[in-house]
């Protein structure tokens, strides 16, 4: 064997052995005592640059505290956040605020708060909707990956709505605010947070109006892996959770709800 031949064996060898060696490295220990969350941004319910990563994020921190653990929340795209929590080996314990759902590797914690899913629209074109049917002469704003009303995402499954689909809901509401689209499904608060405190959209705010015509009041929830090591924490999370006197958020320009719709719920 020729010294060159020699010599190329031993770099394949210890390329090989490299790899073999890079694979086997153990993956980082995670601290002891401490909960690692995934969630998004979507003030005012959560949000990285929101006083103490926004009011659901409180919450569900708070319950942990009392559970003797701390929480590491990081705040990632939706789509993200909920890919990296699922699957049989899972890199958080949960993602959140999530509404009901069937999945079968999450289960759903009791309602750590609400959301009032509603249209925004614009003073100067109205939405004139007297059934659904009527939403298919608008042209929509969703988010990708969002969950809308039950209505509007079983009309977009069967093709039957003019839909255009954005990041965020910060997109949807200038692109309304432009009348570049009819209507965007949005959060109340979400809207009212977006509209007071984005400097872009400050201008339109009384330009843009929350629509209850086809509106629903969904809970929201920790949606928790159940193939993570630490998913049986989720009994006592819940039994937390249960302890507080949480209700609906009361506004008069939202459609009225049974106080006990989530029992326990939010009292804001």
């Not at 980082?28 to 990563?53: C, H, M, N, R």
């Not at 009901?100 to 614009?122: F, M, N, R, T, W």
């Not at 608008?138 to 839909?163: A, F, K």
């Not at 965007?184 to 608060?189: C, L, Q, T």
Request: contains cysteine; charged residues 20%; aromatic residues 8%.
């Amino acid at each position: 064997m020729s010294n060159n031949a020699v010599l190329t064996l031993s770099l394949a060898w210890l390329t090989l052995s490299f790899l073999v060696t890079a694979k086997a490295a153990p993956l980082p220990v995670k601290e002891p005592g401490v909960i690692y969350l995934a969630s998004l941004e979507w003030p005012p319910f959560t949000g990285q640059e929101l006083l103490d990563g926004g009011r659901t994020a409180v919450l569900v921190k708070r319950i942990f505290h009392q559970m003797g653990y701390q929480v590491v929340i990081d705040f990632l795209p939706w789509s993200r956040a909920v890919k990296q929590t699922t699957g049989r080996a899972p890199q958080y314990l949960a993602y959140f605020p999530e509404y009901p759902l069937q999945h079968d590797e999450v289960k759903l914690s009791g309602c750590i708060g609400y959301s009032h899913v509603g249209l925004a629209e614009h003073t100067a074109a109205p939405l004139q909707i007297n059934s659904s049917a009527d939403l298919q002469h608008y042209r929509l704003g969703v988010v990708q990956d969002y969950v809308n009303t039950t209505t509007i995402d079983q009309m977009i499954r069967d093709r039957r709505l003019n839909v255009e689909t954005s990041l965020t809901d910060k997109q949807n509401l200038l692109r309304l605010a432009h009348q570049r689209l009819d209507a965007a499904v949005i959060d109340y608060d979400v809207m009212q947070h977006l509209l007071t405190t984005e400097d872009e959209l400050k201008p339109f705010k009384h330009q843009l109006n929350f629509n209850t015509a086809e509106y629903e009041l969904k809970t929201l929830h920790l949606a928790v892996n159940i193939n993570h090591p630490d998913a049986s924490l989720l009994t006592e999370f819940d039994r937390h959770l249960s302890q507080l006197a949480l209700q609906s958020q009361v506004n008069p320009e939202l459609p009225k709800q049974p106080l006990d719709l989530c029992q326990p719920g939010l009292k804001h």
